[in-house]
């Protein structure tokens, strides 16, 4: 297997980050954010100014957190539990979003007059900052002065955006939008890009397989490929080097993705076992026919007149992904499977983990309306094997775009686990 870069990948997954919430109208945005971070796989706090608190309450973002949210300096039952000197230790980064014009000008002065501002004195951590205020506000020469003295002290800016504002006014001063705050959370993560000829190769199986009867009927299934497809395009995005091997599916090979296509099972297993040996990660994905027909007819297969029934003789595939799991240790990659179920998904999901020698496995319910098969969304859980057993992450119904991106993540988080033996 090839060794994972130490470098290339974005990944949230397990990031510490205290959230800085001030008194802005986008306040309420912050929720957003908080979920947002939290289906990333980040461990979030939340830090809350007095009047952050006229906007939104503190016991919606300890909901959508799972963690208290802090209000105060002087609070001995928070400080009893992590003190804040510890928890601006605690953070790998500090975002605030909203900012306000006044926050930004104490921050400026190095002003520890709240426990927002003391911690980002006392942190030595990355911090980010989204501005939220009216366009006049944020134009004038103090608030412009301010910004420009943060962005000199290391502090990240996102945005401001401009168009229409709370108040009336149109200009510039609006928060960022929560997805375009988290990816800048992201891209500040991101280590420096790759070297093309360090990318690790990403193997992927896609969409359905089919499996003739004769020259014109087969045995086939309803995957659209939209998830494996969304996969590749993020591993692509991420930069991996990325061969997709597809089953018949009507969607474009995504951009600087190789796009194997086959169409039966047996074409899948050869085009796999021959790249899966070079490969870092191999993620089946594809829904492959278990069986198919012991002897496909040379010619259509004729209705007939004195017969109701038609028996079919079908023989086992191979099963791809159980042989490429079985690989021998210097060829075979980490091996990410699926599994589509309709019924007791946990169960069978660790069943088929084990069983195919996989190292994660993204079990999904095939049964729910608008999830699975053809759909856009999709919800699934997430089940790794560690030295002190399996661990597991739900991730809730989703665009596949966003369950491709966790389901990335927590496959480079494991691997590099493995490579640093930890
Ligand atoms: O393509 P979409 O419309 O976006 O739908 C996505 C999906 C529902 C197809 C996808 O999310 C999914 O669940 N894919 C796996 C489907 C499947 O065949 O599951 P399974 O439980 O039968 O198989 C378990 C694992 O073994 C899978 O990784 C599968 O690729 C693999 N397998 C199965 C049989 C076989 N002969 N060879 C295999 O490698």
Request: glycine share 8%; net charge negative.
């Amino acid at each position: 297997m090839a060794s994972l870069p130490q470098s290339g990948f974005s990944s949230l997954a397990g990031k510490r980050l205290l959230l800085g919430v001030s008194a802005g109208i986008a306040a309420y945005k912050s929720a957003l954010i908080v979920r947002l971070l939290k289906q990333a796989g980040c461990e979030v706090r939340v830090v809350m100014t007095d009047g952050a608190q006229a906007f939104i309450t503190p016991l919606t973002l300890q909901a959508l957190s799972g963690e208290p949210v802090r209000t105060s300096l002087l609070d001995p039952e928070a400080e009893a539990g992590m003190g804040h000197i510890e928890l601006a230790r605690w953070a790998d980064a500090i975002v605030i979003a909203p900012a306000t014009a006044d926050l930004i000008a104490r921050l400026v002065h190095g002003m520890a007059d709240d426990l927002l501002t003391t911690l980002c004195l006392a942190s030595e951590a990355p911090r980010l900052i989204a501005p939220a205020m009216n366009q006049a506000m944020w134009r004038h020469t103090a608030t412009q002065r301010n910004v420009a003295q943060l962005a000199a002290d290391g502090w990240q800016l996102i945005g401001p955006a401009a168009g229409d504002q709370a108040c009336g006014d149109v200009g510039p001063g609006r928060m960022s939008e929560p997805e375009e705050i988290i990816e800048a959370i992201r891209r500040h993560f991101a280590p420096p890009p790759i070297a093309p000829q360090d990318a690790p190769h990403v193997v992927i199986t896609a969409g359905p397989t089919r499996e003739a009867l004769d020259p014109v009927r087969y045995l086939s299934n309803h995957s659209s490929g939209k998830m494996g497809y969304a996969l590749a395009t993020e591993a692509a995005r991420q930069g991996a080097r990325v061969t997709l091997i597809s089953g018949p599916v009507s969607l474009p090979t995504p951009a600087g993705v190789e796009r194997i296509e086959v169409e039966t099972a047996l074409q899948m297993h050869a085009a796999a076992l021959r790249l899966a040996p070079e490969a870092t990660v191999f993620i089946g994905c594809a829904a492959v026919a278990d069986y198919r027909a012991e002897n496909a007819a040379e010619h259509k297969l004729k209705k007939s007149d004195d017969r109701d029934t038609l028996t079919l003789t079908l023989v086992k595939n191979p099963d791809i992904i159980a042989d490429v799991a079985a690989l021998p240790i210097e060829q075979r990659p980490f091996v990410v499977g699926f599994a589509a179920e309709t019924q007791d998904v946990e169960r069978y999901a660790q069943d088929k983990l084990a069983r195919k020698g996989l190292d994660m496995i993204v079990a999904n319910d095939v049964s729910q309306q608008g999830l699975g098969f053809g759909s856009d969304d999709n919800a699934a859980l997430l089940l790794w094997r560690t030295p002190l057993g399996n661990e597991q992450l739900s991730a809730p119904p989703q665009p596949k775009t966003q369950l491709a991106a966790l389901i990335f993540q927590q496959t480079l988080a494991q691997l590099s686990l493995i490579s640093s033996g930890a």
